[in-house]
């Protein structure tokens, strides 16, 4: 379909639709798939909607000139709904209501507003009430629409600095007096007087009247979702997931149905998975007599949509089966027709979509609609359960399959679990819902902000709420996991939480907070801000104090799609491992090699450094070489260890790298225990270190420089390699060693360390009277190299890209320093992204691209991997592939990430 520029609202109902499914770019997700559902024939509300691109056009030309240029489009609109509803906005006998919502083209859970109702004023509340009889549906509708009115669009809670919400007050006040268990004991009579008390506050805050005129009402609404745009919790958000500010929202126009209109009525958010463990089990909540917001906000508990569900939250609330089937009926035992009917849209919408969906619905007097379906956020093991499952199924191919997984989510499954063992021996204070698993501790704080605060000095938190709002986003993003006292599974904080794949516990009924006092009371037992819990997010138990955890096992599932994902993929995922330890952890998580083994990390440890700094301080060759000579054996078997682990993989070993004064000690007492420990003066110390400190030591006496310079360091590591090699290889192990010099510029210093590391083996198979073979690379990691890669090529047998320090020399940024001008660039848009975190393609991977071709146009055959921090990060895995990379070498924890990003790359390419 043609969508000429100036074509800014698309309507649809009534089995047809001026947009699809597809023009999520345009229509916003929930907009295009609003017009998808209505093209498939299930129940919408019809409505319209005004496109992302017009929130962009408002931001450039302001309220009044979009409202004019909007005005006739949404005109029109509104006479499409009015058509096949058969009633009139603003009529005061036959009255139609909309609601006005968000909808960008991800979606943005809770990150921007939405107003319902829109079109009440005090004439038209009584045509509603005369048109349905039903006066207390139509008041209750009535302060709803003020209360969101009043907070989204005339921003009362902003004029009030109070904790508590203006309205919300004023509600529990009214709940309170009369002993009203919840907002369903409001009489008419209360209802109206909220009306009034409500109307009363708006004009108190902001010194403007509630305004009488939907028409008003309306054009207020749209600007309001168009500014919802740029709230700072829709920003954060946005940050968080990469999202563009760019994108834009569309505002869906759409008319009213109302599951406040007693007990045959209702609203309730489902799931055709669950969206926690990817079980393909029809799951959601719902609430009898109320609005869909009821059900997201926490403010009465809802109830299950099947009865499975039911049964297992009856021990929760400590009932009987019987009894909860009474008082907390589930769906299918309360309206079991209309429960058919939408267990029938689920599989409908699932089978269309061809993913897990989170729909939403309203039962106006026993009549089904559905308000609202996208692909449903899930946890990270659930992400990969449903794709696994729905490839088994049929539903879907492989390489969709492979697609479908966020690379970064694997992360979760990687997470430390509760060791079950601890487990055992402790009984939880508190059950509540496993609204997102994973395990997590740390010290309570019941404020947002503080728990930001808190994890800004590197202190682990839980946030603990009655429930979680929009606001909370920073918080519970900075929080280890969360836990509410109110909620279901579809509440604010386990959507939020499980998008973030974050360990999350809601409802926990036996917690009861007092912000004012910092502290909660659990079963009679008082719990302060900073004593220690642990969740379980799996299961929804509440632990005192720090529980082990332990780290998980790939298996299952997640087995499956590492062994498909390899599959497809062309390039070899490697790790960065310096430690016998590491190397078998990466090989527990399927690396097919080391790319980078940074032999210095070796020299750190308290039994090496001493040998190092001796070898340093020497003042000639002679004593360099006697200190070399201890640091050996050290060297020698840490490599056999490593090799042991990789039996029959590549070992990339780089030579010494970093400037010689980091191994320095720089306070003046452990100088002195220095000087005292080899037999020198603390002065000789001091003129040491002195000399040695550099003006920009990342660009000086570093590197192949080091080595070129003190031939010695390379001989000594060349020799403990091949040595290494040829023990382990006596005792039955196939090894593949790499070694590779750091920080190649020119190809006289590459010849120069090649010349080194040739004679030494030379010289240790003379010895040994046996060889083995091994290759001599180099890393791309100075501009120049990429240059001359070429050149380079001659004498290289691998290249493999430092990207960190090629990005610090390409930018002219300082690693270690650009912490403090970096954020403010991306804060800014200066930097769309950390060129650290994820390749500059642009710049950076200019020169990465020619340096591979330059390579290789010496040597065709020329293996080239990459072993920056990039390696671990799947946008610049892609690209890696995209140039041709025969592998990515990462950290070992990312190996898992890597195999799917390389799969991810290769189905990609093969579909362009
Ligand atoms: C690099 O520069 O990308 C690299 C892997 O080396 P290091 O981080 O050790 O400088
Ligand atoms: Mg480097």
Redesign the pocket.
């Known amino acids: 379909m043609s969508t000429p520029k100036d074509k800014r609202v698309y309507t649809f109902g009534n089995k047809t639709a001026e947009g699809n499914g597809s023009m999520k770019e345009l229509l916003g997700g929930k907009g295009a798939n609003l017009c998808e559902m209505s093209f498939i024939g299930l129940n919408v509300p019809p409505g319209f909607i005004i496109t992302t691109e017009t929130c962009n056009e408002y931001q450039q030309i302001g309220s009044d000139r979009i409202i004019e240029e909007l005005r006739h489009d949404v005109e029109t609109g509104l006479r499409h709904i009015e058509e096949i509803m058969c009633s009139n906005f603003g009529d005061t006998s036959n009255p139609l209501l909309v609601s006005v919502r968000s909808g960008a083209r991800a979606s943005m859970p809770g990150m921007m507003d939405t107003v319902l109702n829109v079109g009440l004023n005090d004439e038209v509340v009584e045509g509603l009430a005369k048109k349905t009889g039903k006066s207390r549906f139509a008041w209750d509708s009535y302060r709803r629409f003020i209360q969101m009115y009043g907070d989204v669009v005339m921003k009362v809670n902003t004029f009030h600095d109070g904790e508590q919400d203006v309205f919300d007050t004023i509600l529990d006040e009214i709940k309170e007096k009369n002993h009203y268990e919840n907002d369903r004991g409001f009489t008419l009579e209360d209802l109206k007087l909220v009306v009034a008390l409500f109307k009363d506050v708006i004009l108190k805050y902001t010194g403007k009247p509630f305004p009488i005129s939907p028409s008003d009402q309306l054009w207020n609404a749209i600007i309001a979702v168009f500014e919802s745009w740029f709230t700072p919790r829709a920003v954060f958000y946005r940050k968080l997931n990469g999202y563009p500010d760019t994108w834009g929202t569309a505002v869906n126009v759409q008319a009213m149905v109302y599951g406040n209109m007693g007990d045959h009525s209702a609203s309730g958010v489902a799931f055709t998975r669950d969206a926690a463990t990817g079980q393909n089990v029809f799951n959601g909540e719902y609430l009898v007599d109320a609005q869909g917001e009821d059900v997201v906000a926490g403010t009465r508990t809802p109830m299950q949509i099947t009865k499975a569900g039911g049964q297992t939250w009856a021990h929760l609330v400590g009932i009987s089966e019987d009894a909860r089937a009474r008082m907390y009926p589930s769906l299918e035992e309360y309206m079991p027709e209309v429960y058919n009917e939408l267990n029938a849209n689920q599989k409908i919408l699932e089978t269309h979509f061809k993913d897990m969906q989170d729909l939403e619905f309203t039962i106006q007097e026993n009549r089904l609609w559905i308000l609202q379906t996208r692909n449903g956020k899930r946890t990270g093991a659930a992400m990969v359960k449903i794709a696994m499952d729905m490839l088994d199924e049929g539903l879907i191919d492989t390489p969709t399959a492979i697609l479908r997984i966020d690379p970064h989510k694997i992360n979760e499954l990687l997470h430390p679990i509760f060791d079950t063992k601890a487990l055992k021996k402790i009984k939880p204070i508190t059950i509540g819902l496993p609204a997102s698993p994973g395990a997590a501790s740390g010290a309570i704080t019941f404020f947002s902000q503080r728990a930001s605060e808190l994890k800004a000095l590197g202190k682990d938190v839980i946030l603990v709420r009655t429930e979680t709002s929009a606001d909370d986003l920073e918080g519970m993003s900075a929080a280890n996991g969360i836990l509410t006292a109110r909620g279901g599974m579809t509440s604010h904080a386990a959507v939020v939480a499980r998008g973030m794949g974050k360990c999350c516990i809601s409802g926990a009924g036996g917690i009861s907070i007092n912000y004012g006092t910092h502290n909660m009371l659990v079963n009679g037992k008082n719990y302060h801000e900073g004593d220690w819990l642990s969740l379980n997010g799996s299961t929804g138990e509440v632990f005192e104090g720090k529980i082990k955890t332990i780290t998980p096992k790939i298996d299952g599932d997640f087995e499956k799609l590492l062994v498909v994902s390899d599959r497809y993929a062309r390039m070899h995922v490697r790790a ?1 491992a310096d430690t016998p330890e590491a190397a078998r952890v990466a090989r527990g998580f399927g690396a097919q090699g080391i790319g ?1 083994c ?1 032999t ?1 990390h070796m020299f750190f440890y308290p039994d090496r450094i001493q040998a190092m700094r001796e070898m340093i301080l020497a003042s000639d060759e002679k004593g360099r070489r006697i200190a070399l000579a201890k640091l050996l054996p050290m060297q020698r078997s840490d490599f056999e260890e490593i090799f042991e682990a990789m039996d029959g993989l590549a070992v990339t070993i ?1 030579l010494l ?2 400037p010689l004064h980091e191994f320095l000690p720089k306070e003046e007492k452990s100088q002195m225990a220095l000087a005292n420990a080899i037999g020198i003066s603390l002065e000789e110390v001091k003129y040491k270190v002195e000399q040695l400190s550099e003006t920009n030591p990342m660009l000086g006496h570093r590197g192949c420089r080091l080595g070129n310079t003190y031939p010695e360091i390379t001989e000594m590591q060349t020799r403990a390699i091949i040595e290494a090699a040829l023990n382990v290889k006596s005792r039955g192990i196939n090894t593949l060693p790499e070694i590779m010099v ?2 190649t510029g020119t190809l006289n210093e590459m010849i120069f360390q090649e010349h080194l590391i040739r004679n030494e083996a030379k010289k240790v198979f003379d010895e040994r009277k046996e060889s083995i073979e091994f290759k001599i690379g180099t ?1 791309i ?1 100075v501009p120049r190299a990429a240059l001359v890669a070429d050149e380079i090529a001659t004498h290289a047998e691998f290249f ?9 020399m390409t930018f002219g940024y300082s ?1 270690d320093d650009a912490g403090k001008f970096l954020s403010f660039y991306e804060e800014k848009g200066i930097l769309k992204e950390n060129p650290f975190s994820t390749l500059d393609q642009q710049g950076v991977g200019q020169l990465v691209k020619m340096g591979v071709e330059r390579g290789r146009s010496v040597k065709p055959h020329l293996k080239i991997g ?5 390696g671990g990060d799947p946008k610049s895995i892609e690209f890696c592939h995209s140039v041709g990379m025969d592998y990515v070498s990462c950290s070992p924890f990312s190996v898992p990430i890597a195999r799917v990003a390389a799969a991810q790359g290769a189905v990609k390419e093969h579909r362009a």
Do not use: A, V
Not at 866 to 870: M, Q
């Open positions: 960065n980078l940074r210095e780089r790298d970093p750091p920080l890393m990691e493999s890209f430092g990207t960190n320090d090629l990005t610090q690693r990459i072993c920056g921090e990039h």
